[in-house]
């Protein structure tokens, strides 16, 4: 069963992917930033901080990466709980009978049709 607890955090997931996308951005561009004064001023500080600000922008984007979007998780959650379902196995059942007795109703009228055409 869907609880609100699920249904929420379904909705969240787009959410916390885009954070995970904004947060690797600016860390990123903040460690390519260090990376260049340091080079441009020789300093081993800003050069570490570039280096720890690009490696920490990394983990975020791995995250977010392996986070579902609202619509996957939705299609994760309800494919399996719709294939597995009697009401699914029913609906096929049904179809085929219908097929069955289409055919059937079918080949009566063609053989009427036929016959009547001899007369």
């Not at 979007?69 to 219908?98: F, H, Q």
């Amino acid at each position: 069963m869907i609880t609100a607890w699920d249904v929420y955090w379904i909705t969240r997931l787009d959410s916390i992917s885009n954070l995970c996308i904004i947060i690797t951005a600016i860390a990123m561009l903040s460690g390519g930033a260090a990376w260049f004064f340091g080079a441009m001023e020789d300093e081993d500080e800003w050069k570490k901080a570039g280096k720890r600000a690009v490696i920490f922008g990394f983990l975020p984007l791995l995250i977010a990466t392996f986070v579902p979007s609202s619509r996957e998780y939705a299609a994760m959650y309800l494919i399996p709980k719709m294939a597995n379902s009697e009401s699914a196995k029913n609906i096929a059942d049904a179809t085929d009978n219908a097929t069955l007795l289409l055919k059937n109703k079918m080949a009566e009228w063609v053989k009427d049709t036929l016959t009547e055409k001899k007369k």
